[in-house]
């Protein structure tokens, strides 16, 4: 798809690199969110910034493309500074497509922009997506001018791939993607958040009685609701642990082995967590290393299940 120039957004831009507000600005840095249920996680996200923004104002709307996996998106933060004296609400929508209606929408207040740029959330009512498709974050005001206005922090090259960013010059009627010379392929800083389901409490089998020293194969399947992929971990009961291993196709069943030093009860415990981080409940599983007499019995006693017809009852 062939780029194409918006002017005034360059001159604006130009304008903006002799300000103060352009200075280079920390990325934020995401924290790892890792909870039990139904919960809020970042599903799509670019956090970087060259210290520049694309700026929007009154009749200058600002969009930037992003490709959902969840099938719920909950709010959306954007990077945002201001440049002179602007103070109007922003009017932020998601839509499936750029000149189509808005498929949800808040206001949220001017004020809670600074000049050296901050996160603003857009928290607004939830909707249902369909996962892999192309949506598009818009941002509008009523208010501003050339030389007062909001600005999106971006960064060049590229970082995010699955969306671009987009700018229309007449209250959104056209739609053209954004290239400043010099700032090839931008993409703003966002984050889209949405509702992301925990992996089903893992199921675990194998071995019940064993012996000392020897090692015993466990097997291990969960189900993620979204088919996200599955990560598991494993603690066997005797101060030791599988770390977590993965990932694992949702439904999968995986092998792990292990083997217990001294006599006892132990409780293996299992828990699957998705690419979210998003945690299961524990599973369980009860294993014993008896006393030699006590595992001798268990041992005869499983040969003759298998081996029925070699000792009759009668």
């Given at each position: ?176 993607i954004i290239e400043y010379p010099g700032y090839p392929d931008p ?67 995986i092998s792990m082995t292990h083997s217990w030093t001294e006599k ?51």
């Open positions: 798809m062939l780029k194409k120039i918006i002017v005034l957004i360059v001159l604006i831009l130009i304008i903006g690199t002799v300000s103060s507000a352009f200075g280079k600005i920390n990325n934020f840095k995401s924290r790892i969110i890792e909870e039990v249920g139904i919960v809020e996680v970042i599903d799509q996200q670019q956090l970087i910034d060259c210290g520049y923004g694309c700026p929007f104002f009154s009749y200058l709307w600002l969009a930037q493309g992003f490709t959902p996996t969840l099938e719920t998106i909950t709010r959306v933060e954007l990077k945002l500074f201001k440049v002179g004296t602007i103070d109007s609400d922003i009017l932020l929508s998601v839509r499936s497509s750029l000149t189509g209606s808005d498929l949800t929408s808040v206001l949220v207040s001017g004020d809670l922009v600074s000049g050296s740029g901050n996160w603003i959330d857009f928290d607004f009512p939830d909707i249902s997506i369909t996962p892999d498709q192309m949506y598009y974050i818009v941002c509008r005001t009523s208010g501003g001018s050339m030389v007062n206005y909001y600005c999106c922090l971006f960064q060049i090259n590229n970082p995010y791939a699955g969306g671009e960013v987009w700018g229309s010059l007449n209250s959104g009627a056209t739609w053209e993409d703003g800083c966002f984050k889209v958040y949405g509702l992301d389901s925990s992996p089903d409490i893992p199921e675990i089998d194998g071995p019940a009685q064993g012996g000392e020293g020897i090692e015993y194969t466990y097997k291990f399947s969960a189900s993620d609701p979204d088919d996200h992929d599955i990560f598991y971990f494993v603690s066997w009961g005797d101060n030791t642990d599988s770390g977590w291993q993965g990932p694992y196709s949702s439904g999968q069943e006892g009860k132990y409780t293996i415990i299992a828990q699957a967590k998705d690419v979210y981080g998003v945690q299961s409940e524990w599973g369980d599983f009860e294993m014993e290393i008896p006393r030699v007499r006590a595992f001798f019995n268990y041992f005869l006693t499983r040969l003759i299940e298998r081996f029925h017809n070699l000792f009759p009852l009668f």
